[in-house]
């Protein structure tokens, strides 16, 4: 598949670009600040590490009701998504810390959930972040047929209900990875993706495999060696842990981008789209209640997702304070800046999106917008 091209002969929306990254720039500078992690986000490490495999040590090493035990699955699954979403995520973008080897071990936490890390960068910091809300190219919102996330999706007589089914089908998405990935890696190796990446192809599927193998030994392996629990009430234990993880995480990212106000652009025919690459990114984003404290704490600042989407090189403990220089800059410069007020109005506008786009057909036809590439590292 052809890249697409980012390309906006506007110069107001050039001039936004050149002085969203000027301010932030100035932010970082005048505060004599670094835009990595620092030890609010090592202690935050520690903690999401710990509500992860603490409960795992309690279930193992003390004697648990099921429903007791049923208590400490759920806090794992919370602590699963945590890691994702405030640890693995920080360190797969590289704004965790100035080191590479100290991101490169962050983001690898992502082993103990049973996946790998090349197949994230690819779907994620290639597909998603570089062609946000894009039908064919954001993988994030066209690879799931059963759930229309896109107005440029075929529309199926199932979709008039997704709105219904949508939310149950979310805890799924850990399960999805988990067992679906090795296909994933096999067919990035084939499209020479994963070499474009810098790795050898062989390798990460050896990696992948070792893996997993791994991680289902340890998960179930270790409960049915160690305590009294029967292997069924462990499968389902084991259910319940990836269904509370892929619940929270999708339906957090979805609040950030199949929500009303945020638009998702085909490109022309020469494969372009006439935006800068940082007013495709605002307008193809949104941020939702940014007040929410400890629940923002715990998603890693993901309700700041314009902030993360237009500066992802900059950690995340940094976006409510440059979240205003970004809005203010939006605003002087005439674009859009899409705010949902709280979590749950974000919740309800995913929803109506949902029913929306499992019951209108778009035309398809290319919308006059495009980006630019080379501004996809941030600052």
């Not at 906006?8 to 932030?24: L, P, T, Y």
């Not at 040590?57 to 429903?67: A, E, M, Q, V, Y």
Request: charged letters at 15%; a positive charge; aromatic letters at 12%.
């Amino acid at each position: 598949m052809e890249n697409i091209k980012f390309r906006s002969d506007n110069d107001n929306e050039q001039k936004f670009a050149r002085e969203v990254r000027k301010r932030v720039r100035s932010y970082f500078k005048d505060k004599n600040i670094s835009i990595y992690g620092n030890f609010k986000m090592h202690l935050k490490t520690v903690i999401m590490l710990g509500a992860y495999l603490a409960p795992f040590i309690i279930i193992l090493t003390i004697p648990l009701s099921p429903l007791a035990a049923l208590g400490m699955v759920v806090l794992m699954g919370i602590g699963e998504a945590g890691i994702g979403m405030s640890v693995m995520h920080d360190g797969a973008h590289g704004s965790y810390s100035s080191k590479a080897w100290v991101n490169k071990l962050v983001a690898s936490t992502m082993f103990l959930l049973g996946s790998n890390t090349i197949n994230w960068k690819i779907q994620h910091n290639v597909n998603h972040h570089s062609f946000t809300n894009i039908f064919n190219y954001d993988t994030d919102i066209s690879t799931i047929s059963v759930i229309r996330l896109c107005e440029h999706a075929p529309l199926k007589k199932y979709h008039r209900y997704q709105h219904l089914y949508a939310f149950p089908l979310y805890g799924l998405m850990t399960f999805v990875r988990l067992f679906g990935e090795i296909s994933v890696l096999l067919e990035y190796n084939r499209k020479g993706i994963t070499k474009q990446q810098h790795a050898d192809p062989t390798l990460e599927v050896v990696k992948l495999v070792i893996t997993k193998v791994i991680y289902i030994t340890l998960i179930i392996g270790l409960p049915l060696l160690l305590t009294d629990f029967a292997f069924w009430q462990i499968l389902i234990g084991f259910f319940i842990l990836h269904a509370t993880a892929g619940m929270i995480m999708s339906t957090v990212f979805q609040m950030a981008h199949v929500v009303e106000g945020t638009y998702q652009p085909l490109p022309d025919e020469h494969n372009t789209i006439h935006n800068d690459w940082l007013v495709h990114q605002l307008l193809a984003t949104s941020d939702f209640g940014r007040k929410n404290g400890l629940f923002s704490w715990y998603i890693g600042g993901l309700d700041f997702q314009i902030e993360h989407h237009l500066f992802q090189n900059v950690c995340h403990i940094h976006y409510p304070a440059i979240a205003p220089i970004i809005q203010t800059t939006a605003k002087e410069y005439g674009f859009n800046y899409n705010l949902k007020p709280t979590v749950f109005y974000a919740l309800a506008s995913h929803f109506r999106r949902l029913k929306e786009l499992g019951r209108i057909e778009h035309n398809n036809k290319p919308e006059q917008h495009d980006y630019p590439v080379d501004s996809i590292q941030g600052i």
